[in-house]
């Protein structure tokens, strides 16, 4: 099932670099959680934290083979209702 336009919570493992050897564990031990929608699934699975008008802002990508989980939030496709409405 495909989580594109979906509201969902990633959990992975951030990569980094260093020129110092290091303990080789530490991205396992820090896991990042990104929430946003969905706009991309692939290789890479790419999560917006905002819509606009014409395209998105704050995108985040990640390799899918450092993803721990995708959990979907809310129906991307709901329709929300606004502030002066509630």
Same mark, same amino acid.
């Given at each position: 099932?495909?989580?594109?336009?979906?509201?969902?919570?990633?959990?992975? %493992?951030?990569?980094?670099?260093?020129?110092?050897?290091?303990?080789?564990?530490?991205?396992?031990?820090?896991?990042?959680?990104?929430?946003?929608? %969905?706009?991309?699934?692939?290789?890479?699975?790419?999560?917006?934290?905002?819509?606009?008008?014409?395209?998105?802002?704050?995108?985040?990508?990640?390799?899918?083979? $450092?993803?721990?989980?995708?959990?979907? $939030?809310?129906?991307?496709? $709901?329709?929300?209702?606004?502030?002066?409405?509630?």
């Amino acid at each position: 099932m495909s989580m594109v336009g979906q509201i969902v919570k990633v959990t992975w %493992c951030d990569a980094w670099f260093d020129f110092e050897p290091t303990n080789e564990t530490f991205a396992t031990e820090w896991p990042v959680e990104t929430i946003g929608h %969905c706009v991309r699934e692939g290789e890479v699975v790419s999560i917006a934290g905002e819509k606009l008008g014409d395209g998105w802002r704050a995108v985040t990508h990640i390799p899918v083979a $450092l993803i721990r989980s995708i959990i979907p $939030l809310v129906d991307g496709t $709901l329709e929300v209702k606004r502030a002066s409405a509630l």
